[in-house]
C-alpha cells in the first residue's frame, strides 16, 4: 500500500476538528466513578515462564463492571522493587499470550506488565484469558468487537477496556514491586490507542504519568479512517453501517467518548509516538491527528516512509530502550 | 469456484460417521425445559409495512435465557386464519430487516414468520432487533458468532440461538391466524441450518412439521467444513483455533450438540434440500452429509451444479412455491 | 471500498460539462420514429406466478428493430385498473427473472412492469427471456454489451436499450389497467441509468411521468466514470479501448448520446434518486453530475455514505413506497 | 497455480467419454454445405506493412453464413509461390492484429496466414476487424462469446467461427501463392483449439493437411473444464449456468457440436502439441482428452511442467519451425 | 487501474525537481572509463535461428568489469551492411530469449541488436544467458534486482547494466554491417529506462545516437514511484527500506545516479517517448517527469489513456517502424 | 488455506522417495572441506544491547568461501559459561536484527546463538548484515535466493548457507562461554530447514548435537513442494523453471544435494519437529517427507492442524523450552 494519505508535510501539521462531547470529562469521570465501586482486588500468582532471567506473576484485578481482568507482570529474577514499570496494552486480536512471549521490558530492568484485552486474543491463544463479562457484548454488532455496543457510549465496548486501562494504573500506584513515580504506557495499534487513552484518563484517575510510547496507533480520528481505509478492524465500524444505515450519528457520537484524538487532547505525560507513511490499517493521519492534538508539550514522533501497519518494528523497540532509560533515569 | 468437493455421484452416497455426544437428547431436552422456565409471552403488534395486500405484525417472544426475540409475522391482508404457515430463518448476517423486505410466503397465500437471528443483522439493519443478551456473548472468540462461548455447549452462542428456533415453533402452536398442523420451516444458509435445527428438536418440543426445506444449508458436518473451506463464517472456527491451539477438542465437542448432521438424525418432517456444487460457503459434502442422514424418509434434494453459495434462487423458490403448496393440501 | 471519490461536500455541487452533440435530440426523435414503424403490438399473457396475492401477465412489445420484448406486470389479485403504475428496469446481468421474483410495487398496490433488458438476465435465469436480436450485436466488443456497437451511436447497444424502455412507456398510455397519468419509472444501476434515460426521453415520446427513481444510476459520466473505476461494467469500456486505442473518440461520440447526464438535463418528472458514497461501480460523481443536471426542479437524493454499489436496499425501498404513495396521491 | 490437476503418469492416459451427439458428421457436413452456398469470394489486397522482408495481403473471404472475413497473408518478401503455408488461428481475445504484429513463419520462408477470429479482438485492436454479423449473436448470453447461442448448435458462436476456419483452408487450395498439399494449421489457446477443429473437419471439406500444431489448446472436454477451472473463458459457461440453471443440458449438447476431443477424434493429419500442467485456463487433463483422442497416429506431445498458460513460448515456437521444415520436406 | 496518477493536463506539465547529486558527470566519466579498461572484444558468431528471411548473430561483449555480456545482432538475410541499426533492450525479467524471437528491426531492413540484461531473463530463458558476475550481487538485497548493492552507486546493480548498455553502443560504431552514424536506441519498460540511460550517456562514450524511443519507461523518478506504487519492480524498494528503515537516504542517494530523469537532462538525440495513461508499474508522471526533462528538443510523446503497462503494443511499434524510417531517411 | 495436502493419516506414514544423487556426501565432505581451508577466525564483540539481563556479542567467522558471516551471541548478564546452547538459523527474509530482537533461550539461561543468513534480512533489516560475496551470486535467476547458481550444485546458494550453518557449529565446540556437549540447533521455515541440514552435516563435521528443533521446516522435497504449492518462496523455483523450461532436470539434480530429506536420512540428534497442516508455504507432506525420514529415533512433531505458516508460534516456543531443559538436564 504506496503512500495513499496526506503527503508528510501535510501531515505534520494536520490538526482537524474532531467531534467532542461536551460532557467528554463527566462521561469518563462518571464511568472510573463507578468502576471504583467494585473493589481493584489485585492478586498476584508466581507462574513457571519457564524463564530463567524473568520471574512472571499472573494478575489479576477488577477491571470495568467488576470483571476479574488478567495481566503478566514480569520482572528481573529475584527483584524485589520498586521498579521503574512499563505498562503494555496489545494490538487488535493480541492479548498478553504466555508468560514467556514478551518480557522485553523486564530484560531491560524494569516491571513489565502486559494486560489481556477483554474477549480478545485470539490471534495468540495462550491459556487462560478475560472474557468481556457485560450483558452488553452481545447487542447487535458486526463481527468483530468495534461495534459491540456501539450506540450508547455506555454500552460501547471501548468504555469496559479503556477503564479495564486506567484500573491497572491504578495498581501501578500501590505494590512494592513498581514505582509509582515511574510508570510509563505502551503498545502498539490498539495497544497504542489504549496507551493514548490511559494517558489522557490518567490525570482524571490521579495518576502521573513518566511516559507514553503509543506505535501506529489504532482508535484514533474514527470519521476519517473510516471513510479512509477499507483495512479491518476501521472496516468494521462501515460494515456495521453500511446495513445499519440509520445508526450513523448515534455510533460516532459514542465514537467521540473514545477517540483517541479527545483523548490526547487531555494527556500531560511526554510521548514518543510512531507512525508508518504506508500504514492502510491505522492511515497516518489518523495518528497524526492525535499527536498534533496531544497535550503535552514534551512529544516526538518517529516516521517509517515504508512501512505499513508492521511500523518500525526493532528500529522502535530500540527508540523506546533508549527513550525510556531517559525518562526513569529523569 | 470450480467443483472442489467431492464428484456428485460420490456426493449421493456420502454419509460419514459424525461425532456425537452420549448426551445429546439430554442436552437439547434440559436446554429447552430451561427455556420453558420463561413464560413464551407472545406479543403481535400491528405495523405500517406500507403494502397493500400484506398485513405484518411486529412479534416479541421469549427466548433463550427469557430474551424477547423479534420476528415478523406477514398475512394476506385481512386475513383471519388459521392459515398454514412457513417459518423462515435468517442466513448469517442478516435478520428480519424491513416489514416489507421478505413477504413471499404470504404473497402466496400464507402466514410468514420471519424470525430475527439475535445479535446478527449488520448486513441488512432495519429498525428495531434483536441482541443476544446474554452474559456469555462477551466470552473470548474470534470475530463473527461462530466462536462465542464455544468452550463449552451451555454456553455456545447457537444453543440461544436454537432455543429461539424451537421457541418459535411453540408460537405457531397457539395462535388464531395460525395453522398448528401445518407449519413449514425453511431458510438459506444459517437459515437452512436453523431449519434443520427447528426440524430435529420438533419432537422434543412437541410439535409435528409438515415440513422442512433447508437450501444450501451452514452449520453441517463441523469437522470438514473447517478443514475443507476458507471461505467464512466456518473459517471463524479455524481463525479461533490458529491462536487457542489447545481448544480443538472443546470446540468440537460443543459443536458437536449443534451439528445439523445429529439434528438431521431425529428429523421426522418431510424434506426438500438444496445444494449447490460450487459452494465454498456450505461444501456440498456438508450439506449431503446432513441430507444423507436426515431420518425422515419422505425427502428430496435439488442440485445447482454450477452454483457458489447463492444457490438455487428464483428456481428454488419456485420449486418451494410447489412443494409448500402440496404440503399443506395434503 | 473507502470513500475514494469527491467529499461530499464538493459531489453536492459537482456540475461537469459532459461533451453534448450536437443532434442529441434528433437522434433520438429518428431513433424513437424508426422503432415507432413497427406496431407496438403489445400482447399480455395470464401467467401462474405461484402467489395468491398478484396477478402476473407475461407482456410482449416491439422493441427497437421490432425485437419483441418481454415484460412482467404484476397486479393486486383480481385488480382492474386503472392503477398507479411502476415501470421497473434492471441492473446489467439482471433481468425480469421469475413471475414470483419481484413484486413489491405490485404488493404496494399498484401495477408493476418489469422489463427484460434485452440479451442480458445471465444473473437470474428464469425462463423465456429477450435476446438482442440485431444484426449489430456481433460487431467487435470486448466480453459484455457495453462496447457492442460503440463505434457508431447508430449501432451501439443501449441506443436499443433505451428505445425499449421508451416503448414500455408508450405501452402504459395505453391499457386499462393501468392510469397513463400515474407511471412512475425506477430501477437499479442499469435500471436507474434506464430511469433516467426513460425520463429524459419520455417528452420526445409525448409521455408525462409523475416520478423518476434511479438508484445508484449506472450509465453517467461515461468519460469519468471509465477514468476513475476498474469496477464492471464501465470497466468494459477501458477494455475495449486498451485494445482499440485509435477508437476512444468514436467510443466516447457514441456514449455521448446515451449519458445520463445529458438525458437528465431533459428530464421534466419530479425526482428521488440514491447515491451510495463508497460505490466503486457506479462512482458517487458520476451519479452526482447526473442529479445536479437533471431538469426537474422537484429533485432529491438519498445518501447512503457507507455503502457501496448495494445502495439503499430496504432502506431506500422504503423511501420509495413513501414517494411513490405521494407522487401517486398528488 | 501450482500443478492442480491429475499427475502426469495419469495425464499420459487418460481418455475420457466425451459425449458425441449422433448426427456430429451430419451437423457439420450440413453446416459446411450451408456455408458453401455462399461463394468464397477471396480477395487480397496488398498492404504497406511498413516491412521490408515481409509482404503482407489484406485478405478477405465468405466465412460463415457469408459474413466477410479477415486476414492477413505473409509472404516473403517478393515471394511468387506456391509456398508452404501455415494458417494461424487466435487466442480468444486476440485477433490478427497489425500486418507487423506476427510474421513468424513468413521470416521462415513460408506463406502465413493469421485468421481475425469473428467479433473479437478487443485486445490487441489494429484497424480493420472481422464482425460476427449473424441475427443470433445477440441471443442472451453471459459476457464474453462462450454462450452467444449455447442453447441450439446451430446458432452456437463456435460453429460460425469453426466454418470461418475450415472456408479459410478452402482458399489453401487453390491459389497461386500457396501450395495446397502443404498446408499446417496452428495457435496457441482458442487458436489450438480451432487448429483441432479445423484438422478435424478438413477431411469433411476435402482439404489434407500437412500438419496440426495445437498450443495449450481450448475447446476441449467442456464438462470437465467447466467443473474444474474458475479461469476465463471455460468460466463464461459457468457463469451462465449459475444463471440459467434449466439450461445445462441444452449447452452442453451444443458444446458436444465444438468440443475438440469429438474433432480430434477426426484429425487425420500428422500433430504436434504442446501443455502446460500448471495451466490453470486450459487444464492439462482437457488438453490431453484431445491428444489422447487425436486419430491421427503421427502425433506427440510437448510437456511444459512448470508453466500457466504461457506453455512453451520461445521454445515452442522453435520446435514447431523444426518440425514444420520437417513436414514441408517430407 | 483507472486513472490513478495526475490528470493528463498537469501530466503535460510536471517538471518535478528530482535530485541530482554534484558529482554526477564524474560518476559515469568515472564508470565508463574503468568500464574501457576492459578491451570491448566483441565476437559475433551466426547461429541457426530457423528463419530463412533473417540472418542472426550470436554477440559477446565486455560490459561492466569486463564481464561478457550477449546479444543478438538480427539482419536481413544476405545483408552486408552498413546498415541503420535498431539498438533494443529488454523489459525487467526478459532478455534477448531466443534468435527467433525477436526480430521486427531486421524485418524492417535493419540492423537489430538485442542485449541481455546481465541476470536476468527468468520471465522467457532460451538458452545462453548473461549472468551478473560481480562481486556486489549478492550484497544483502529484498528478491530482484532493484536493491542489489543499493547503498553505494559503485556497487549498484544498475551502474553495471548501464554501463553495458553504453558499450553497446560503442560496439556499433566499429562494425561493417552497422552504419556508426544511423544509431537508434529503443525498449519497453526496463528497456525504455537502458534507452533513455544510453542516450543520456551517449555524449559521454562520444556516440551520437540518432534516436530514442522508451515505450513506458522503468527507472524514472524513483522517490516519486515508489511513493506512488505498490507494483513491482518498483515495489522491490519499499520492500527493502521496509525493513532497512535506516538506509532510506542512502539508497535514494545511490538510484540518483541512475534516475532517468537526470539521464534524460543530458540525452541529445531525437526521441519518441509513450506512455500509458492506466500504468500501475511505470506511473505515468514518472515516465513525464523523465519527458519534460529531457533535453534534445526534437521529441514528442504518444499517449494510451486506457492502457496499464502494456502501454501502445501494435499501435506503438507502427508509429516507430514510421518515426526510424524519418531518422534513417533524414 | 484450509486442508489442502494428504490427510493426517496419510501424512504419518508419508515417505517418498525422493532423488538423492550417489555422490551427496563426497558433495558434502569436499564442501565443508573446502570451507576449512579457511580459518575459522571467530571474532566475538561485546555490543549494547540496551538489555539489563542479556549480555550480547557480535560474531563473526568465516563461512563458505572465507565470507564473514555475522551471528549474535546472547547470554545471561554476567554468565561465564560453558553453558547449554542454542543455534538459532532464521527463516527466509529475515536474519539476526538487533541484539535485543530474540533472546528467548538466554532467558532461558542458555548460550543463544542467531546466525544471519547471507544476503538475507530485508524484511527485518537492524543494521549490520552479512553478504553473500560469492561470484556465483549474480548468475541468471528468478527474483529472490532460491534459484541462484541453481544449474550446478557448486554455485549454488544453499551451499554456501549450509557450509555457514555448520561452521557455526563449530565455533560452538571451542569457546568457554558454550559447552561443546550441550548443543542444539534450531529455527522455523527456512531456519528449521537449515536446523535440519545442520543435524544432517554435523556427523561430517565431527560434531554431536544434543538435539534438532526445526518448525515448519523449508527446503524439503523440492519436487512436491515446487507442484504444489504457489507460494513464495518455494514459488521461485516454478518462476525460474517456467522461463528456463530446459533447466529443470539441472536444477532437481542441483537442488538434491540440498534437499532436507536427503539430509534428515543422516540427521542423528533427538529432534522435536513441528508441522502445520494448513500451512501453504511449507505443506506438510513435505514436512512429514522430511520428518518420516529422518535418521535419529527420538524424534516426535507436534501438529497445529489449524494453523498456516505461522505453525505453533507461543506453544511451540513453550514445548521446545521444556524440550531442551530436558536435552540439556539428560
Known amino acids: 500500500m504506496a503512500m495513499f494519505d496526506l503527503p508528510l508535510a501535510e501531515l505534520e ?25 467494585f473493589d481493584l482486588a489485585p492478586t498476584l500468582e508466581p507462574v513457571d515462564n519457564r524463564l530463567a532471567l524473568v520471574d512472571t506473576y499472573d494478575v489479576s484485578f477488577a477491571g470495568a463492571g467488576g470483571t476479574p481482568v488478567r495481566a503478566w507482570l514480569h520482572v528481573p529474577a529475584g527483584a524485589t522493587g520498586p521498579l521503574p514499570t512499563v505498562v503494555q496494552y ?60 456501539i450506540l450508547d457510549p455506555s454500552t460501547y465496548y471501548y468504555r469496559r477496556v479503556y477503564t479495564d486501562a486506567v484500573r491497572l494504573l491504578e495498581l501501578t500506584q500501590d505494590h512494592p514491586l513498581l514505582d509509582a513515580r515511574r510508570v510509563v504506557v505502551t503498545g502498539g495499534s490498539q495497544g497504542g490507542g ?19 510510547a503509543p506505535d501506529v496507533p489504532f482508535l484514533c ?20 453501517l453500511a446495513g445499519w444505515r440509520d445508526h450513523a450519528e448515534a455510533a460516532f457520537r459514542t465514537l467521540s467518548y ?9 494527556a ?6 510512531s ?12 495518528v497524526y491527528a492525535a499527536y498534533n492534538h496531544y497535550r503535552g508539550a514534551d512529544k516526538s514522533i518517529n516516521v517509517y ?13 530500540a527508540a523506546q530502550l533508549d527513550w525510556f532509560a531517559e525518562r526513569f533515569a529523569g
Open 13 to 37: 501539521s494536520y490538526r482537524p476538528d474532531v467531534a467532542e462531547p461536551d460532557d467528554f470529562d463527566d462521561f469518563w469521570t462518571g464511568t472510573l466513578a463507578e468502576a471504583r465501586a
Open 90 to 149: 496489545h494490538g487488535y486480536s493480541h492479548s498478553r499470550g504466555f508468560p514467556h512471549s514478551s518480557t522485553i521490558w523486564a530484560q531491560a530492568g524494569y516491571a513489565h506488565l502486559s494486560m489481556d484485552t477483554r474477549g480478545q486474543g485470539w490471534r495468540v491463544g495462550g491459556g487462560s484469558s478475560t472474557g468481556d463479562a457485560s450483558p452488553d457484548a452481545g447487542l447487535n454488532h458486526a463481527p468483530g468487537f468495534m461495534t459491540s455496543g
Open 194 to 212: 489504549l496507551a493514548i487513552a490511559a494517558a489522557g484518563l490518567a490525570p482524571l484517575a490521579g495518576v502521573e504519568l513518566a511516559g507514553c
Open 221 to 240: 480520528h474514527f470519521a476519517r479512517a473510516v471513510a479512509l481505509t477499507d483495512n479491518h478492524p476501521y472496516r468494521e465500524i462501515a460494515e456495521y
Open 258 to 266: 473514545v477517540d483517541g484524538v479527545n483523548l490526547a487532547k487531555r
Open 268 to 273: 500531560l505525560a511526554p510521548a514518543l509516538f
Open 275 to 286: 507512525v508508518a507513511l504506508m500504514d492502510a490499517t491505522c492511515p497516518p493521519s489518523t
Open 305 to 317: 516512509p515504508y512501512n505499513d501497519h508492521e511500523g518500525g518494528e526493532g528500529y522502535q523497540v
